[in-house]
């Protein structure tokens, strides 16, 4: 019987990790795999002409306010989930009654604004529960986060050539909407892997008077700033640098 219940015990963890693994590798959708549906973006489309096209016109060309379509509007949103332009239309329009719409509204109009530019359409509604495990990228698939976005990363602080410094072993960037981070994203980075990136950091000193960067050398960093990208690599226009950890073991 011992030996039976350990026969089980043993099938039960290997159908839970082979679970877990499927589910960690698991390819995350992107707005090109028909996220939503044609009779959803038809919903959309009609609440969008009433709360939303006195604005950006019925079009989505933009007048008072910036289009809502196009390829100067894609690169606002992608490389990011489809939750944070969700986010962003839930809590800032319509301009004159913020966040006055149901959710589903919402997320109807969203996938009004996909279909016009372009992103098909699929059998299934969206939701807001999937907005985050989908990504907004264009019509060519994931792509290099555009230069000038902000961006948040973690790394490890060394100096570079002359006056200036770097995060080496940084982490692959991922998109932000803020120059400072939110609450609790800092503690969380201790825990975010390195990676085999390297940052050169520009204007330190618009940082908060005592961060000395000499006090963090070898440290891993949380930093966020706008995307630099040259002839000497990519950098970091920073916003926002802190110590995570004193050390840079990964």
Known sequence: MQRLHSIVGILLFTAV??????QGNEKRKTVLDGVFTAAQAERGKEAYATHCSTCHMEDL?????PALKGEQ???NWREDSVRSLFTFIRTQMPQRAAGSLEEKMYVDILAHILSVNMFPSG?????????????LVGKDGPAPIPKFALIALVGCLARADGEEWKLDNASAPARTRQEKPAAGEVKASAGKPL???TFRLVYLD???PGFLPESHVGHKLHAQGYLLSNEKGEGLSVTFLESVAATCAK
Do not use: K, V
């Open 123 to 135: 059998p299934n509604e969206l939701s807001a529960d999937a907005l985050g495990s989908i990504d």
């Open 17 to 22: 990790t082979q679970a877990a693994l499927a």
């Open 206 to 208: 618009s940082l908060r």
């Open 195 to 197: 990676g085999t990136g």
């Open 73 to 75: 509007f894609i690169d």
């Open 61 to 65: 060309g933009g007048l008072s306010a």
